[in-house]
Protein backbone atom coordinates (compact mmCIF):
# COMPACT_ATOMS: atom_id res chain seq x y z
CA UNK A 1 0.00 0.00 0.00
CA UNK A 2 1.33 3.61 -1.18
CA UNK A 3 2.23 5.27 1.95
CA UNK A 4 3.86 8.73 3.14
CA UNK A 5 7.78 9.13 3.52
CA UNK A 6 8.99 11.30 6.26
CA UNK A 7 13.03 11.11 7.36
CA UNK A 8 14.30 11.40 10.13
CA UNK A 9 11.05 10.12 12.42
CA UNK A 10 13.50 11.74 15.45
CA UNK A 11 15.31 14.62 15.65
CA UNK A 12 17.07 16.15 18.94
CA UNK A 13 18.68 19.63 18.47
CA UNK A 14 20.48 22.59 20.22
CA UNK A 15 18.70 25.83 19.50
CA UNK A 16 20.45 27.61 16.99
CA UNK A 17 21.44 24.95 14.93
CA UNK A 18 19.71 24.43 11.51
CA UNK A 19 17.48 21.31 10.91
CA UNK A 20 15.54 19.89 7.43
CA UNK A 21 12.58 17.80 7.44
CA UNK A 22 12.39 14.87 4.33
CA UNK A 23 9.13 14.32 2.49
CA UNK A 24 8.22 11.68 -0.08
CA UNK A 25 4.44 12.02 -0.84
CA UNK A 26 2.27 8.92 -2.58
CA UNK A 27 3.40 8.57 -6.21
CA UNK A 28 1.20 10.77 -8.40
CA UNK A 29 -0.19 13.52 -5.29
CA UNK A 30 -0.11 17.11 -6.66
CA UNK A 31 -0.76 18.30 -3.35
CA UNK A 32 2.03 18.50 -0.40
CA UNK A 33 1.14 20.11 3.06
CA UNK A 34 3.26 20.04 5.98
CA UNK A 35 1.65 20.68 9.38
CA UNK A 36 2.81 21.38 12.76
CA UNK A 37 2.20 19.91 15.54
CA UNK A 38 2.74 20.93 19.41
CA UNK A 39 1.75 17.86 22.11
CA UNK A 40 -1.56 18.22 23.20
CA UNK A 41 -2.56 20.13 20.37
CA UNK A 42 -4.21 19.17 16.67
CA UNK A 43 -2.09 20.10 13.84
CA UNK A 44 -1.44 23.17 12.33
CA UNK A 45 -0.97 24.02 8.40
CA UNK A 46 2.91 25.87 7.93
CA UNK A 47 2.51 24.85 4.12
CA UNK A 48 0.59 23.87 1.10
CA UNK A 49 1.98 22.68 -2.40
CA UNK A 50 0.38 22.37 -5.78
CA UNK A 51 2.75 19.97 -7.52
CA UNK A 52 6.30 22.66 -7.28
CA UNK A 53 3.91 25.94 -6.72
CA UNK A 54 3.21 27.12 -3.25
CA UNK A 55 -0.82 27.79 -2.49
CA UNK A 56 -0.63 28.38 0.79
CA UNK A 57 2.05 29.57 3.59
CA UNK A 58 0.36 32.77 5.11
CA UNK A 59 1.16 30.17 9.02
CA UNK A 60 4.81 29.58 7.85
CA UNK A 61 7.66 31.68 10.05
CA UNK A 62 9.36 32.94 7.37
CA UNK A 63 12.03 34.67 8.91
CA UNK A 64 12.94 30.88 10.19
CA UNK A 65 11.30 28.15 7.94
CA UNK A 66 11.28 27.78 4.65
CA UNK A 67 9.60 25.08 2.59
CA UNK A 68 10.63 23.75 -1.22
CA UNK A 69 9.13 21.01 -3.56
CA UNK A 70 11.83 21.89 -6.62
CA UNK A 71 10.20 19.27 -8.86
CA UNK A 72 7.06 18.79 -7.66
CA UNK A 73 7.70 15.62 -6.03
CA UNK A 74 9.62 15.36 -2.57
CA UNK A 75 9.49 18.15 0.05
CA UNK A 76 12.12 19.74 2.28
CA UNK A 77 10.94 21.97 5.40
CA UNK A 78 13.78 23.73 6.99
CA UNK A 79 14.35 25.53 10.78
CA UNK A 80 17.06 27.96 10.54
CA UNK A 81 17.76 28.87 13.54
CA UNK A 82 16.03 26.04 15.88
CA UNK A 83 14.11 27.13 19.14
CA UNK A 84 12.97 25.71 21.73
CA UNK A 85 9.23 26.18 20.86
CA UNK A 86 9.91 24.49 18.01
CA UNK A 87 9.70 21.47 20.04
CA UNK A 88 6.86 19.36 18.31
CA UNK A 89 5.97 17.41 15.45
CA UNK A 90 6.50 17.70 11.85
CA UNK A 91 3.52 16.01 9.73
CA UNK A 92 4.11 15.71 5.80
CA UNK A 93 0.12 14.48 3.81
CA UNK A 94 -0.83 14.32 0.34
CA UNK A 95 -3.48 14.39 -1.46
CA UNK A 96 -4.27 13.07 -5.22
CA UNK A 97 -6.43 16.04 -6.22
CA UNK A 98 -6.51 19.71 -6.28
CA UNK A 99 -7.95 21.27 -3.77
CA UNK A 100 -10.90 23.67 -2.79
CA UNK A 101 -12.89 24.88 -0.28
CA UNK A 102 -15.72 22.60 0.51
CA UNK A 103 -14.72 19.72 -2.00
CA UNK A 104 -13.77 16.28 -0.40
CA UNK A 105 -10.04 15.71 -1.18
CA UNK A 106 -8.67 13.19 1.67
CA UNK A 107 -4.91 13.57 2.89
CA UNK A 108 -2.69 10.71 3.83
CA UNK A 109 -0.65 11.52 6.29
CA UNK A 110 2.97 10.07 7.04
CA UNK A 111 4.31 8.87 10.35
CA UNK A 112 5.56 12.19 11.03
CA UNK A 113 9.21 13.86 12.63
CA UNK A 114 9.68 14.51 16.10
CA UNK A 115 11.81 17.23 16.85
CA UNK A 116 13.29 17.96 20.28
CA UNK A 117 14.81 21.25 20.70
CA UNK A 118 17.68 21.19 23.88
CA UNK B 1 -10.56 32.15 12.39
CA UNK B 2 -12.20 29.08 12.20
CA UNK B 3 -11.64 27.10 15.88
CA UNK B 4 -12.88 23.71 17.22
CA UNK B 5 -13.61 22.35 20.26
CA UNK B 6 -13.60 18.58 21.18
CA UNK B 7 -15.08 17.12 24.57
CA UNK B 8 -14.41 15.20 26.14
CA UNK B 9 -10.60 16.10 25.80
CA UNK B 10 -9.83 12.54 27.19
CA UNK B 11 -12.14 9.49 28.17
CA UNK B 12 -11.65 6.22 29.74
CA UNK B 13 -14.26 3.24 28.79
CA UNK B 14 -14.39 0.18 29.43
CA UNK B 15 -13.91 -2.47 26.67
CA UNK B 16 -17.38 -3.52 25.16
CA UNK B 17 -18.91 0.17 26.01
CA UNK B 18 -20.13 2.69 23.72
CA UNK B 19 -18.71 6.09 23.21
CA UNK B 20 -19.20 9.67 21.67
CA UNK B 21 -16.88 12.44 21.27
CA UNK B 22 -18.10 15.67 19.88
CA UNK B 23 -16.75 18.47 17.89
CA UNK B 24 -18.21 22.01 17.63
CA UNK B 25 -17.62 24.59 15.30
CA UNK B 26 -17.29 28.23 15.75
CA UNK B 27 -18.59 28.35 11.93
CA UNK B 28 -20.55 27.03 9.86
CA UNK B 29 -18.51 23.62 8.17
CA UNK B 30 -17.90 23.52 4.68
CA UNK B 31 -16.34 19.92 5.28
CA UNK B 32 -15.87 17.95 8.31
CA UNK B 33 -13.08 15.27 8.63
CA UNK B 34 -13.04 12.73 11.58
CA UNK B 35 -8.89 11.29 11.95
CA UNK B 36 -7.72 9.10 14.22
CA UNK B 37 -4.02 9.06 15.67
CA UNK B 38 -1.93 6.25 17.75
CA UNK B 39 0.56 8.48 19.97
CA UNK B 40 3.55 9.60 18.29
CA UNK B 41 2.20 8.59 14.75
CA UNK B 42 0.35 10.04 11.85
CA UNK B 43 -3.30 10.81 11.11
CA UNK B 44 -5.52 8.06 9.40
CA UNK B 45 -8.16 9.23 7.67
CA UNK B 46 -11.79 8.30 9.26
CA UNK B 47 -14.77 9.93 7.65
CA UNK B 48 -15.56 12.97 6.17
CA UNK B 49 -19.07 14.91 6.30
CA UNK B 50 -20.61 17.60 4.11
CA UNK B 51 -23.98 17.88 4.24
CA UNK B 52 -26.10 18.54 6.92
CA UNK B 53 -27.47 15.79 8.41
CA UNK B 54 -24.96 13.38 6.98
CA UNK B 55 -24.59 10.51 8.75
CA UNK B 56 -21.36 8.17 7.54
CA UNK B 57 -20.73 4.41 9.16
CA UNK B 58 -17.41 2.18 8.91
CA UNK B 59 -17.33 -0.91 10.51
CA UNK B 60 -18.39 -0.05 14.21
CA UNK B 61 -17.64 4.29 13.59
CA UNK B 62 -20.69 6.26 13.22
CA UNK B 63 -19.78 9.98 12.25
CA UNK B 64 -23.11 12.93 12.23
CA UNK B 65 -23.23 16.42 10.96
CA UNK B 66 -25.83 18.06 12.62
CA UNK B 67 -28.66 20.01 10.47
CA UNK B 68 -26.74 23.66 11.32
CA UNK B 69 -23.35 22.03 10.08
CA UNK B 70 -21.89 23.45 13.41
CA UNK B 71 -21.65 20.55 15.19
CA UNK B 72 -20.15 16.76 14.53
CA UNK B 73 -20.07 13.83 16.69
CA UNK B 74 -18.45 10.05 16.43
CA UNK B 75 -19.75 7.33 17.85
CA UNK B 76 -17.88 3.94 18.74
CA UNK B 77 -20.05 0.70 19.51
CA UNK B 78 -19.20 -1.88 21.74
CA UNK B 79 -15.18 -0.61 22.04
CA UNK B 80 -12.44 -2.64 21.24
CA UNK B 81 -8.53 -2.00 22.24
CA UNK B 82 -7.49 -1.39 19.19
CA UNK B 83 -9.86 1.91 19.11
CA UNK B 84 -7.78 3.58 21.54
CA UNK B 85 -6.04 6.41 20.57
CA UNK B 86 -7.07 10.37 19.33
CA UNK B 87 -9.32 11.22 17.30
CA UNK B 88 -9.09 14.45 15.54
CA UNK B 89 -11.73 16.46 13.48
CA UNK B 90 -10.76 18.96 11.16
CA UNK B 91 -12.46 20.99 8.85
CA UNK B 92 -11.95 23.07 5.37
CA UNK B 93 -11.15 26.26 6.62
CA UNK B 94 -12.61 29.46 5.23
CA UNK B 95 -10.04 31.54 5.48
CA UNK B 96 -8.40 29.89 2.73
CA UNK B 97 -10.23 30.90 -0.43
CA UNK B 98 -9.54 29.98 -4.31
CA UNK B 99 -6.42 28.93 -5.45
CA UNK B 100 -6.96 25.32 -4.60
CA UNK B 101 -6.08 26.03 -0.62
CA UNK B 102 -7.71 23.35 1.50
CA UNK B 103 -5.07 23.56 4.60
CA UNK B 104 -7.35 22.10 7.36
CA UNK B 105 -7.85 23.53 10.93
CA UNK B 106 -7.97 20.99 13.22
CA UNK B 107 -9.52 20.34 17.30
CA UNK B 108 -7.26 19.10 19.66
CA UNK B 109 -8.41 15.84 20.22
CA UNK B 110 -9.83 13.80 22.44
CA UNK B 111 -8.00 11.12 24.17
CA UNK B 112 -9.49 7.16 24.19
CA UNK B 113 -7.90 4.46 26.79
CA UNK B 114 -9.69 1.34 26.17
CA UNK B 115 -9.48 -0.57 30.00
CA UNK B 116 -9.53 -4.25 29.29
Known amino acids: EAEVAQSPRYKITEKSQAVAFWCDPISGHATLYWYRQILGQGPELLVQFQDES ?7 PKDRFSAERLKGVDSTLKIQPAELGDSAMYLCASSFQVG ?8 FFGPGTRLTVL | SQELEQSPQSLIVQEG ?14 GLYWYKQKYGE ?3 FLMMLQKGGEEKSHEKITAKLD ?8 HITASQPSHAGIY ?19 GKGTHLIIQP
Open chain 1, 54 to 60: VVDDSQL
Open chain 2, 17 to 30: KNLTINCTSSKTLY
Open chain 1, 100 to 107: GRGRFNEQ
Open chain 2, 88 to 106: LCGADDPRYSGGGADGLTF
Open chain 2, 67 to 74: EKKQQSSL
Open chain 2, 42 to 44: GLI
